[in-house]
């Protein structure tokens, strides 16, 4: 069975930093490109930074200098630290997987979303 279990959001003053993690099981991690999407009401959910198997790096123009995604595949485990933080900021964050499964086909799954609020 896949998850992809998101923890860190919260609630964070304009200029604040967190650190969102995204734990993942049942896939292959190391052959799996992973993503973090954000996703406000009303709107659709859009990409704020991406790291492939191979860790190359790519980051929406909204976030570029101000938010950095990493991943630890001894830990199967991605995540996006967040600094400089802006209310335009605020959303719910969700993982993404794209690779191999275990047992299974190559895949996409999603996490479940952890709440960032940005306000004084």
């Known amino acids: 069975q896949v998850q992809l279990v998101e923890s860190g959001g919260g609630l964070v003053q304009p200029g604040g930093s967190l650190r969102l993690s995204c734990a993942a099981s049942?896939?292959?991690?190391?052959?799996?490109?992973m993503a973090w999407y954000r996703q406000t009401p009303g709107k659709q959910r859009e990409v704020v930074a991406t790291?492939?198997?191979?860790?190359?790096?790519d980051y929406a123009d909204s976030v570029k200098g101000r938010f950095t995604i990493s991943r630890d595949n001894a830990k199967n485990t991605v995540y996006l630290q967040m600094n400089s933080l802006k209310p335009e900021d605020t959303a719910v964050y969700y993982c993404?997987?794209?690779?191999?499964?275990?047992?299974?086909?190559?895949?996409?799954?999603w996490g479940q979303g952890t709440q960032v609020t940005v306000s004084s």
């Open positions: 993404k997987s794209d690779g191999w499964v275990v047992g299974g086909p190559r895949r996409i799954y």
């Open positions: 049942g896939i292959i991690f190391s052959t799996n490109d």
């Open positions: 790291i492939t198997s191979a860790s190359n790096r």
